[in-house]
């Protein structure tokens, strides 16, 4: 009698970090890699903040091991914030315009949604409060009253 007791297949990641700089460096336009280094340092520290369990752990093995330990290392917040107050915590963290923070965010979070692909992506939103979708690059859909 054989058994297949074969270690879990651990996801690689489809990115490398540089990969992932260069990706949002483009999407957004930033003059400097280390301008789009530091909107994904902010926006993925957010997300860390508000994202938990599962989607957590499965978005985390997504990514590459720099991106990945910088959403896990913060600490989920009891309250999760919508997109918008999402949008407002990550400007009044840096100082930056809102306008800006929300270019930053939507840079650094369409690359997360390629990364995720869609049928995590749409656990994570599934997941969130309302007004993320839009964040990753969809669109916002509402039940019907």
Same mark, same amino acid.
């Given at each position: 009698?054989?058994?297949?007791?074969?270690?879990?297949?651990?996801?690689?990641?489809?990115?490398?970090?540089?990969?992932?700089?260069?990706?949002?460096?483009?999407?957004?336009?930033?003059?400097?890699?280390? &301008?789009?280094?530091?909107?994904?340092?902010?926006?993925?520290?957010?997300?860390? &903040?508000?994202?938990?369990?599962?989607?957590?752990?499965?978005?985390?093995?997504?990514?590459?091991?720099?991106?990945?330990?910088?959403?896990?290392?913060?600490?989920?917040?009891?309250?999760?914030?919508?997109?918008?107050?999402?949008?407002?915590?990550?400007?009044?963290?840096?100082?930056?315009?809102?306008?800006?923070?929300?270019?930053?965010?939507?840079?650094?979070?369409?690359?997360?949604?390629?990364?995720?692909?869609?049928?995590?992506?749409?656990?994570?939103?599934?997941?969130?409060?309302?007004?993320?979708?839009?964040?990753?690059?969809?669109?916002?859909?509402?039940?019907?009253?």
């Amino acid at each position: 009698m054989t058994s297949d007791l074969r270690a879990p297949l651990q996801h690689q990641p489809v990115m490398t970090f540089e990969q992932i700089l260069d990706k949002v460096r483009y999407e957004g336009v930033y003059p400097t890699r280390e &301008r789009a280094e530091a909107a994904v340092r902010l926006v993925l520290s957010g997300l860390g &903040r508000q994202l938990t369990g599962d989607e957590r752990v499965e978005l985390a093995a997504r990514l590459p091991f720099e991106a990945a330990s910088i959403l896990t290392a913060q600490i989920p917040d009891t309250q999760p914030l919508t997109g918008w107050a999402f949008v407002k915590d990550l400007a009044g963290r840096t100082g930056a315009t809102l306008a800006t923070t929300r270019w930053d965010t939507g840079s650094v979070l369409s690359t997360v949604a390629t990364l995720a692909g869609p049928d995590l992506l749409t656990r994570i939103l599934r997941h969130l409060p309302s007004g993320y979708a839009l964040l990753f690059g969809r669109a916002e859909l509402t039940q019907a009253a």
